[in-house]
């Protein structure tokens, strides 16, 4: 790990203040804010990041690290623990997707030490990203290419790529997210704004570097969960290579507003398989208004990968993928849903 020098700012207003003065100075300024820090010190570890400030934003966790469940909405601080939200009786029962996603990624020790906002935010999971002994990785070292396409890509993505980058986001909890149309709440040097959850990663296109749409020195201090009438009827199913303590092979957020056997409405995103988190929007409009059985389902999921693009190891994420939503789906619709 690099030197560097080290600030723990005791407000939202003094990080952000922080913030701005360093990239006053220099727009590119090697700086990071610093929340749970199970990425950015294994990252910095790698010495795949190198920031010579990092601003140390625990001190927010009093202001920022809410979990208020209400009749309209969900908030959730950028600060709480995800093992604390994964156990609130308020978000098991009434947005039960949330509670999964959370309770399935990573191991008990990192769950009660990562923050959710930090967890939105984690990078990549590819070798090639994170060993900079490989020079190519557009991702790191913008232009220098992709060692993932003529490389091992097993693990890699079949949707949402470009020839310049096939990594695959790794996270769980930003599947829940998307697929109940989360809002972000926003704070920054430039002040505070609202962000649709949908709209903050990016595909890697032509600068895989760029993964969101975060101003400079902009973070994450709330979310903000609409409550409809698919949200109870919501769960999150997970493939992995084993049982626990890994990351999604395929994975499925889902949620059904059903009128008896007949989805009213449907909310699918896809973990594991894609370069962000990832919305099927086909797969949805294939199940609206019809009844939901277990051809349909597979329609359905067929839509959902018609754009995948497979590389030489991965191509079998299409048949798990799909598989993994039928039976989330299917399993979704047999929830039995307290009044």
């Known amino acids: 790990m690099r030197p560097f020098q080290y600030s723990r700012p005791s407000s939202l207003t003094a990080a952000a203040g922080e913030m701005g003065g360093l ?28 920031p010579e400030r990092v601003i140390d934003l625990s001190a927010l966790r009093g202001e920022l690290g809410h979990v208020h469940p209400g009749a309209t909405e969900l908030r959730l601080g950028a600060f709480a623990r995800m093992a604390e939200v994964a156990a609130h009786p308020g978000v098991i029962a009434d947005y039960p997707v949330i509670a999964q ?47 993932a396409l003529g490389g091992v890509n097993r693990a890699h993505a079949v949707l949402g790529t470009s020839e310049h980058c096939i990594a695959t986001y790794p996270g769980d909890f930003a599947q829940a997210l998307l697929a109940l149309d989360a809002t972000l709440v926003l704070a920054g ?28 020195g902009e973070l994450i201090t709330e979310f903000v969960i609409p409550a409809r009438a698919w949200t109870r009827r ?21 949620a ?7 989805v009213r409405e449907a909310r699918i995103a896809l973990g594991g398989v894609a370069t962000i988190p990832w919305r099927a929007r086909g797969a949805e409009d294939a199940l609206r208004g019809l009844t939901l059985t277990e051809t349909l389902a597979w329609t359905a999921a067929e839509n959902a990968f018609a754009a995948a693009r497979p590389q030489t190891h991965n191509a079998f994420k299409i048949d798990l993928g799909q598989a993994a939503l039928v039976r989330a789906l299917l399993q979704a619709a047999a929830m039995e849903i307290r009044p």
């Open 23 to 50: 990239l006053a100075q220099d727009p590119d300024a090697p700086a990071a804010y610093l929340a749970g820090g199970t990425t950015l010190l294994d990252l910095m570890k790698l010495d795949v990041a190198r």
């Open 101 to 147: 996603s959370l309770a399935l990624a990573a191991s008990a020790q990192l769950r009660n030490m990562a923050s959710l906002g930090g967890n939105v935010l984690q990078r990549t999971r590819c070798g090639y990203f994170r060993d900079p002994s490989w020079p190519a990785c557009n991702k790191r070292t913008p232009g220098s290419g992709c060692a």
């Open 189 to 216: 040097p430039q002040g505070s704004r609202t962000l649709p959850f949908g709209s903050l990663h990016q595909l890697p296109a032509a600068t895989p570097h760029r993964e969101t749409t975060l101003l400079p």
């Open 234 to 254: 919501s769960l999150y199913l997970k493939v992995r290579d084993r049982e626990s303590y890994e990351f999604a092979v395929a994975s499925a957020a889902v």
């Open 256 to 262: 059904l507003d059903l009128d008896g056997d007949v």
